[in-house]
Structure formats: structure tokens, C-alpha cells
């Protein structure tokens, strides 16, 4: 998955897409004694210092991250509309393998595949799920 499409998913969730200030990286700044690295300028949000990593981006490769965005269309109101375009984004998958264990990944692989459906998804249905 590029990083446009992890962009747009992260966006959609109404979460903050980070971009660190370079200005931080310059060691300016102090946390409890610990050099700021990055912080976030859209947010403002603490990314890292020089012993932590506190906040990163959404890789969307993950179960956590699936689930998060099947939450949000689910609150948005859209599951049913979601559920039918999976089910024409699945062909080729053999038929033995049921809809349910394929869409959310019951095998331990695949979170990917189904997180960049997601971001097809809503780029053909532009609303917004709300929080």
C-alpha cells in the first residue's frame, strides 16, 4: 500500500496523518530532559525523542489496523455498502474459503490486501465516516 492510500485511511478515521517538523529534529526543544526529535506540525503532537518513539503513522498491514477502519465504516453507517463491494473485490479466492474467514483475515494473513480494499473503497464512496 502507497503512502496516499494510508494517507486518505488515516485521514478518513479523522485521526492526524503526522508530518514531522524538520525544526525539531535540530535539538531545540526539551522533554523532562530528553531532546525532542519530531514533532508533528499539523497536530503538534509528540513524535519522538532521543530515547522514544512515542507516535508513528498507520502502516495498515496489521489486524489492529483493519479493524479500526471496519469500526469506522460500521459507525459511518456503511458496512452493508462495504460488505457488497468486498464480496466483488474477492474474486479469484477459491470458493471453499468462506467471505467471512476471507474479509477478516481469520488465516493471519491478508490485513493489506483488505486495508487497501478499504481505501478503494472510499475513494469511490468519498463520504467521511464519522469518529
Keep these: 500500500m502507497n503512502e496516499q492510500d494510508q494517507k ?3 485521514e478518513k478515521m479523522g485521526e492526524c496523518w503526522h508530518e514531522p517538523d524538520s525544526e525539531c529534529a535540530l535539538g531545540r526543544e526539551y522533554n523532562g530532559g ?3 526529535k519530531q514533532k ?3 497536530c503538534g503532537c509528540l513524535l519522538s525523542t ?3 518513539i512515542y507516535e508513528e503513522n498507520r502502516t495498515f498491514d496489521n489486524r489492529d489496523d483493519m479493524m479500526d477502519l ?3 465504516i460500521e459507525k459511518a453507517g456503511k458496512w452493508d ?3 457488497n463491494y468486498s464480496w466483488n473485490y474477492r474474486k479469484g ?4 474459503i468462506s467471505h467471512t474467514t476471507w474479509l ?5 494473513e491478508g490485513y493489506e490486501d483488505r486495508c487497501k480494499m478499504v481505501a478503494e473503497f472510499w475513494g469511490e464512496n468519498e463520504s467521511t465516516p464519522s469518529r
Excluded: H, N, R
Design 70 to 72: 471496519y469500526q469506522a
Design 81 to 83: 455498502d462495504f460488505d
Design 40 to 42: 508533528c506540525l499539523k
Design 93 to 96: 479466492v477459491k470458493p471453499e
Design 50 to 52: 532521543t530515547y522514544q
Design 104 to 108: 477478516f483475515c481469520l488465516s493471519g
Design 8 to 10: 486518505l485511511l488515516t
Design 34 to 36: 530528553e531532546m525532542i
